[in-house]
């Protein structure tokens, strides 16, 4: 990554946080670092929070990077493709988190032997505590995808997939948060239900849930040895598990899973 110059080609959210990521883990100098967008005002919030450099010509700023990350809507990648195509060639590396497009529909509008990476993020990356999978296209390297994964290393923990998986890391990372809320609002509903005040309920939820997968990534132990050293014989944890699986939370998230991979593949069909 080093002496790089990055251009994040879309800066909405996800755009922002990459930017912000690469500028806090120090893997570029703010000045290496262009932002484009369409919306001016966009441009102006980002160059004053940021100092990076900004452009409302996706090509110019391509034209000058050594990694293009491509950050617009999925609906907007094909123009955008288009327009950077005469300008990207195999010195360079395209980055791509626009979700459901395939790194062969990326290929298919560049010069051939262009080194591309998808990656699926998710939003806790606002907070550095993503989680993205990466997958590598034909033509990249093993440098390639670790200078993609130096980006999103930034922005919290990364994983290396076939792109076939791709479905199922949006349907459980990319979605997952969704369901997190859901878990923290119901423990929260549950904390009321026995008298704790809301705001003490929701707080004691959500840490817990936190603490929860911290234990498990810093120990690496499987989640049943853990859960087994917190459920006493005859205590109340092991009676709180009976009603989960009576009310079949497990079966609920695996289903979750399950739907949002099939409504994800639905989605990328004819991509
Ligand atoms: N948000 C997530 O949780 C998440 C997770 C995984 C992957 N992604 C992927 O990340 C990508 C960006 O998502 P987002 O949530 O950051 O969307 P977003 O906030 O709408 O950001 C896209 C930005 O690109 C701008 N833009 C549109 N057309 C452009 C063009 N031709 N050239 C330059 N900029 C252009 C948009 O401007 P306008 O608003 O005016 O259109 C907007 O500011 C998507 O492909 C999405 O699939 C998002």
Redesign the pocket.
Known sequence: MKGKKIAV?????????IAAGILKAGLAQPGSVTV????PD?LSYLKAKYAVATS?D?RKAARDADIVV?????Q??G??LK?LAPVIDRRKLVI??????PIRFIAEHLKKGVPVVR?????P?LVGEGAAALAAGEAASGADLAAAREIFDALGLTVVVKEELMDAV?GLS?SG?AYGFIIIDALSDGGVLMGLPRDVATKLAAQTLLGAARLYLDSLKHPGELRDMVTSPGGTTIAGIQALEKHGLRSSLIHAVEAATLRSKELGKGK
């Open positions: 080609v879309g800066g909405g959210k996800m755009g922002e946080v484009t967008d369409i919306v966009r409302g996706n491509l950050a617009v809507k999925p907007g990648m123009d955008v327009d791509s988190i626009a979700a459901g497009i990656v699926m993020p998710n939003t990356a949006t990319g948060p």
